[in-house]
């Protein structure tokens, strides 16, 4: 069989690197970042201008890059268990260095942390390069110290939190109790999917895996009052307000539906399939809190975000 033309193997060489930084930086889940970002922006600008295009999209790029520095890192500290645990990742299997990870990890970092000042630079609003910082050292926090110990879960929780808060850092005005609602309740899905996730390249124990999924629910049930907290709601929520339940409710029992598989077989592959789908899962709930202020066209195109996460999830995993 004759080798490759010199021309051909070089492509090959630099998809197969491309590939493995993808993977690297987990590419279906930066769709649920930027996600997570529109959703915070959306809710707290009910009326939305041209004007608002370019600090939207600031924000949204400095969450992708605060995520992907964050999964990059997690992966520099967690070499030495990948290489037993899964051979297969980027760094363990040799197809990236650790160095490169780890000046990726660092530039990438800053670079978020840069655009959300700059977004609030051009807004006349600090929050952003505050919230920013702030979740920057909760990454660099949570993967360096706090991964392996009891308060992992809530450090990553924390981090999804701050990730909605800078989606609203450039709110007109003061946050208020909506703005807190939505943060805790999605603070608390991510504590208990972090804790569902905590075992899952083994065999998970049963009531482990209960009680984090009785968290996941939890934080769904916390947006119930959500409309009833917001005054800017669609007419839709603010007169049948029964039917953001039944959302609510239908979204519990698909999810549910999938954490309680993997309770009765948690196998490794039934809770990684489990956990995926409360990450994904995640698009749709921003949708949701999109919906309140904004009705159904963007928090649409929020959920729209399924489509690319969903299709990158096919090559690539997103655990």
């Known amino acids: 069989m004759n080798e490759p033309e010199p021309m051909h193997r070089d492509a090959a060489c630099r998809g197969g690197r491309l590939l493995a930084w993808l993977q690297l930086v987990r590419l279906p889940n930066l769709f649920t970042a930027a996600a997570d970002v529109a959703a915070g922006f959306l809710f707290t600008h009910a009326?939305?201008?041209w004007p608002d295009a370019l600090p939207l999209g600031l924000l949204v790029t400095a969450s992708v890059l605060l995520y992907a520095a964050g999964v990059v890192l997690n992966d520099v500290f967690d070499y030495d268990v990948d290489k037993s645990e899964r051979p297969e990742r980027p760094l363990p299997s040799g197809r990236i260095s650790v160095a490169s990870?780890?000046?990726?990890?660092?530039t990438l970092l800053a670079c978020g942390v840069g655009l959300a000042g700059v977004a609030g630079l051009a807004s006349?609003?600090?929050?952003?390069?505050?919230v920013a910082a702030a979740l920057a050292g909760t990454i660099v926090a949570y993967n360096r110290s706090l991964k392996r110990t009891p308060i992992g879960p809530l450090a990553m929780?924390?981090?999804?939190g701050l990730n909605l808060l800078l989606g609203m850092?450039?709110?007109?005005?003061?946050?208020?109790?909506?703005?807190?609602?939505?943060?805790a309740a999605m603070t608390v899905y991510v504590i208990g999917v972090t804790w569902f996730a905590r075992t899952e390249a083994e065999e998970s124990r049963r009531g482990h895996l209960l009680l984090a999924a009785v968290t996941i629910l939890a934080g769904l049930c916390l947006l119930e009052p959500l409309p009833r907290w917001t005054p800017d709601v669609v007419a839709l929520l603010a007169l049948e307000p029964e039917r953001w339940t039944l959302l609510l409710t239908v979204l519990a029992a698909l999810i549910g539906f999938r954490l309680l598989k993997a309770v009765v077989h948690p196998s490794p592959k039934m809770v990684q399939e489990a956990v995926r789908h409360c990450i994904l899962s995640l698009i749709v709930l921003d949708g949701a809190i999109c919906f309140v202020v904004q009705g159904l066209a963007p928090a649409a195109l929020i959920v729209l975000l399924l489509v690319p996460a969903t299709l990158a999830g096919r090559w690539i995993a997103s655990t």
Do not use: N, T
């Open 47 to 49: 009326v939305l201008g």
């Open 101 to 106: 990870a780890m000046r990726a990890g660092w």
């Open 124 to 130: 006349g609003d600090l929050r952003p390069v505050i």
């Open 157 to 160: 929780g924390a981090c999804r």
């Open 169 to 183: 850092s450039l709110a007109s005005g003061a946050w208020a109790a909506p703005h807190g609602l939505i943060v």
